[in-house]
């Protein structure tokens, strides 16, 4: 296993806690967890601000959208952000790397749901997906008439569960397998 064995140790633990391991696992967790969070969001952010210097460039004469809708806009775009990479730095912590939990939120954010979510004869356990969750909130009507459209009109508090759910779930998992080693 050597030094390129890694496992999860979430940022609310006690620094004590951080002591008691090697170097080289302390070293390798504080990377996954500041590599999900911090520039993933700045990533996300800058992101943000550019595709609006973009759409308030581009527009000419056409109608702009209003202050409300980009500042929704914005912060559905940060939460949908922080949910996915929540959920990858539990998988992170979950496999003990950080390329199979990429791999992995790829695939199946991309690929898996995307088929799933057509599929009819799953019924209401397409709702328990997390794009299915962000569409359903997503400021722009876009996103609940793309779920009409598969036959999907999942509650505000399925979205809400779903949407905590999951990251929660994963990661807790991953805490789990993180004692486990240590133990």
Not at 48 to 73: N, S, T
Not at 119 to 138: C, D, K, N, Q
């Amino acid at each position: 296993m050597g030094d390129t064995w890694l496992v999860y140790i979430p940022k609310f633990l006690p620094q004590q806690h951080l002591e008691r391991q090697s170097s080289y696992t302390s070293a390798a967790q504080r990377d996954i967890s500041e590599l999900c969070l911090s520039p993933g969001l700045i990533l996300q952010l800058t992101a943000f601000l550019i595709g609006l210097m973009v759409v308030f460039g581009l527009a000419g004469g056409a109608k702009l959208p209003g202050l409300h809708l980009v500042v929704e806009g914005g912060l559905y775009c940060l939460g949908t952000s922080s949910v996915f990479l929540l959920t990858a730095a539990g998988l992170a912590g979950l496999f003990g790397t950080r390329g199979p939990a990429i791999a992995i939120m790829i695939g199946w954010t991309f690929v898996i749901e995307v088929i799933l979510v057509n599929v009819a004869a799953l019924g209401p356990i397409r709702e328990a997906f997390l794009t299915t969750a962000m569409a359903g909130l997503s400021p722009i009507p876009d996103g609940a008439r793309r779920l009409k459209h598969v036959g999907l009109s999942p509650s505000v508090l399925v979205d809400y569960v779903t949407i905590v759910g999951w990251p929660l779930v994963v990661n807790i998992l991953g805490w789990i397998r993180f004692s486990k080693l240590e133990a």
